[in-house]
């Protein structure tokens, strides 16, 4: 089973700043990386696929980096509804989630 | 729009039994494989199971291997999960998920907003 590691466990920004998250495969997923925003009480939602592809309407902000075992999901100006936590999947082999990187309001 | 609505949860003893449906509009069902993904109160997101556009593969976490069954009816534009032989580690949200493609390895690009299970005595 490939094991996805997500860093921080939490980011502590200000609205405006810059959001980098990590997510470190145990084995190569070559792009198989998809990445998810889940807010309080609200099903995930998918934000960037094959590791740096948008999914439709999100915003530009959000971009995705990356390949083979490290990769990065940047938020490059924090807007106030971005405080939430996120989630990286890959689908190289098996399906596998991290365990969740929270960024929270400083 | 592409919609999944989730029914059948509730509240069961261990060892018991429940029915999960997955109700989906928006698009062409069997055009896409579907999935399961449960995410317990607190805790991050776990893929449970999905199955195949033709519903003629399956897979399973090793967790509920010969406990829960995935199927789905083109016809009726609907996605099920059979939980037999429940535990208190199944208690979560269940997510039905849309696959990327018509296979099991993919992401899930469209979410129902997820049936609660609690199994508790």
């Known amino acids: 089973e490939i094991v996805l590691t997500q860093s921080p466990a939490t980011l502590s920004l200000s609205p405006g700043e810059r959001a980098t998250l990590s997510c470190r495969a145990s084995q190569s997923v070559t792009s198989y990386l998809a990445w998810y925003q889940q807010k309080p009480g609200q099903a995930p939602r998918l934000l960037i696929y094959d590791a740096s592809n948008r999914a439709t309407g999100i915003p530009a902000r959000f971009s995705g980096s990356g390949s083979g075992t490290d990769f990065t999901l940047t938020i490059s100006s924090l807007e106030p509804e971005d405080f939430a936590v996120y989630y990286c999947q890959q689908h190289s082999n098996f399906l596998t989630f991290g365990g969740g990187t929270k960024v929270e309001i400083k | 729009e592409v919609q999944l609505v989730e029914s059948g949860g509730g509240v069961e003893r261990p060892g018991g039994s429940l029915r999960l449906s997955c109700a989906a509009s928006g698009y062409t069902f069997d055009d896409y494989g579907m999935s399961w993904v449960r995410q317990a109160p607190g805790k991050g997101l776990e893929w449970v199971s999905g199955?195949?556009?033709?519903?003629?593969?399956?897979g399973y976490v090793d967790s509920v291997k010969g406990r829960f069954t995935i199927s789905r009816d083109n016809a009726k534009n609907s996605l099920y999960l059979q939980m037999n032989s429940l535990r208190a580690d199944d208690t979560a949200f269940y997510y039905c998920?849309?696959?990327?493609?018509?296979?099991?390895?993919?992401?899930?690009?469209?979410w129902g907003q997820g049936a609660l299970v609690t199994v508790s005595s």
């Open positions: 998920v849309r696959n990327s493609g018509i296979y099991l390895d993919a992401y899930f690009d469209y």
């Open positions: 199955i195949y556009w033709n519903g003629d593969s399956t």
